[in-house]
Nanobody, 123 residues
Framework: VQLVESGGGSVQAGGSLRLSCAAS????????IGWFRQAPGEERKGVSC????????WYVDTVKGRFTISSDKAANTIYLQMNTLESNDMGTYTC?????????????????WGQGTQITVST
């Protein structure tokens, strides 16, 4: 099982980025996929997730209306489109599989994690 993130970088406030999480060793049909953010000096927190069985999604309140999670099952890849980026969005974004993507949030425990990709937002 391998998860590889890409798409991070530096952007000005108000800009956009699209993160990708390419999966190998398993098929997305069987798992929920989550995106997490860890800012310097802070704990890792759930940002968004998608449940592959029915494409149900969840977002943390601070990104609702700005971020969109989606999946391309043919490519076995999950995307996180991030628009109107703010300084509070900065951090390392990591995708993970094997947890629970619920109506009210993401489980803290996930089975497999990627290495992460860095987002910097300048003002």
């Amino acid at each position: 099982v391998q998860l590889v993130e890409s798409g991070g970088g530096s952007v000005q406030a108000g800009g956009s980025l699209r993160l990708s999480c390419a999966a190998s060793g398993f098929t997305l049909d069987d798992y929920a996929i989550g995106w997490f953010r860890q800012a310097p000096g802070e704990e890792r927190k759930g940002v968004s997730c998608i449940r592959s069985t029915d494409d149900r999604t969840w977002y943390v309140d601070t990104v609702k209306g700005r971020f969109t999670i989606s999946s391309d099952k043919a490519a076995n890849t999950i995307y996180l489109q991030m628009n109107t980026l703010e300084s509070n969005d900065m951090g390392t974004y990591t995708c993970a599989i094997g947890g629970v993507c619920g109506v009210d949030g993401m489980s803290p425990r996930w089975d497999y994690w990627g290495q992460g990709t860095q987002i910097t937002v300048s003002t």
